[in-house]
């Protein structure tokens, strides 16, 4: 079993809808990533928590300890937004630091 | 300046060559990262440099060799490459040391990724 499962690994949206993608993970953690990486490669954080929410634009992310859950959604999808989403953890046990464990990634397609 | 610039955005190279990627971040931040990503899957953490010392090598093979000459640069020198070492090679930089280290970490310190080097060995 990975240690980071994101749902779902493909997701087609139409303009304008909400998104919702999904992380659990098994491990304690000390903070849990988001990352975007388009087509050709570069990764940009999104947000990086460790409880409760954040907001930046139409791009939310919560984060639930105790059931080892987070989520990120997207406001009014664009095209633009079509990306992989990649949810991220660094674990708290020692000799973790900077280590980060990776989830496979969800695919986003949004469609005009 | 908030960027960190990979150098060559892609490079072909034979089995017996020996080329060089080049991460470059003037932003101050103490901590430089090498990734492998290969197609469709998350990157793979290789090394980690924090304040100029090597702090984490995952058990890279000896034909990858990182130097961090300075804090501002890091190098992966490639020697020997076998076709399937072919991936996207990220770099990426945090501003105060490992993730996770030290009392002065916050939750709001993220990791800088550079665009990448698509790598190609033939």
């Known amino acids: 079993k990975n240690e980071v499962e994101q749902s779902p690994q493909n997701l087609t949206a139409q303009e304008g809808e909400f998104i919702t993608i999904n992380c659990s993970y098994s491990?304690?953690?000390?903070?849990l990533h988001w990352l975007q990486q388009h087509p050709g490669g570069g990764i940009v954080s999104l947000f990086m928590?460790?409880?409760g929410k954040k907001k930046h634009g139409r791009l939310i992310a919560t984060i639930n300890i105790q059931e080892k859950h987070s989520s990120l959604h997207i406001t009014a999808s664009h095209p633009r937004d079509s990306a992989v989403y990649i949810c991220?953890?660094?674990?708290?046990?020692?000799?973790?630091?900077?280590?980060?464990?990776f989830g496979k990634g969800t695919k986003l397609s949004v469609k005009p | 300046d908030t960027e960190v610039t990979q150098t060559p955005k892609h490079l072909v190279m034979g089995m017996t060559n020996k080329k060089s990627l080049k991460c470059e971040q003037h932003?101050?931040?103490?901590?430089m990262y090498w990734y492998k990503q290969k197609a469709k899957k998350p990157p793979e953490l290789m090394f980690v440099y924090s304040y100029e010392k090597l702090s984490i090598n995952e058990s890279v093979p000896s034909r990858f060799s990182p130097e961090c000459p300075n804090s501002s640069l890091l190098n992966l020198h490639l020697h020997a490459l076998q076709p399937e070492d072919s991936a996207l090679y990220l770099c990426?930089?945090?501003?105060?040391?490992?993730?996770?280290?030290?009392?002065?970490?916050?939750?709001?310190?993220?990791?800088?990724f550079g665009s990448g080097t698509q790598l190609s060995v033939l």
């Open positions: 932003m101050g931040h103490r901590a």
């Open positions: 928590l460790s409880s």
């Open positions: 991220a953890v660094l674990p708290n046990y020692g000799g973790s630091q900077g280590n980060l464990i």
């Open positions: 990426a930089s945090s501003p105060r040391g490992l993730l996770g280290q030290g009392r002065d970490w916050t939750t709001n310190e993220k990791l800088f």
């Open positions: 491990v304690g953690i000390s903070a």
